[in-house]
């Protein structure tokens, strides 16, 4: 595997992973709007709708090579990690799942955002 070819391969892999916690995301955001605790889960609908936008924002930049793509790589990531650690806070399924979701994409990104910085 050339350098390209492995660069293109990270570049799809982190690409795959935003738009994954973006759908995780947007389902622990339906579902906290949908309990009968919405009041109680304003903090974690905040932090999933940041991680969201910034994931949307950062797939769009990837997929048209940016060279802002490593910066908001990193940003994305320390977004991903504050929506985790607000879902593991929470016992329910949607939480748990979203925050393993952010994790990999936090993971994926803080790669992305490294690689590219070297």
């Known amino acids: 595997m050339t350098a390209t070819q492995s660069r293109n391969s990270q570049l799809e892999a982190c690409i795959e992973a935003c738009f ?9 955001i339906s579902a906290c709007l949908s309990s009968d605790m919405v009041q109680m889960m304003a903090n974690c609908i905040k932090t999933c709708r940041d991680c969201t ?3 949307a924002l950062c797939s769009r930049f990837m997929s048209r090579n940016s060279d802002l793509h490593a910066q908001l790589c990193g940003v994305c990531a320390d977004a991903c990690d504050r929506c985790a650690a607000e879902c593991e806070q929470h ?3 949607h939480c748990r799942q979203c925050a393993a979701s952010c994790r ?3 993971e994926s990104c803080r790669q992305m955002s490294m ?3 070297a």
């Open 20 to 28: 994954k916690c973006l759908q995780d995301c947007e389902y622990c």
């Open 53 to 55: 936008d910034l994931c």
């Open 91 to 93: 016992d329910s399924e």
């Open 104 to 106: 990999r994409c936090a």
């Open 115 to 117: 690689a590219m910085a």
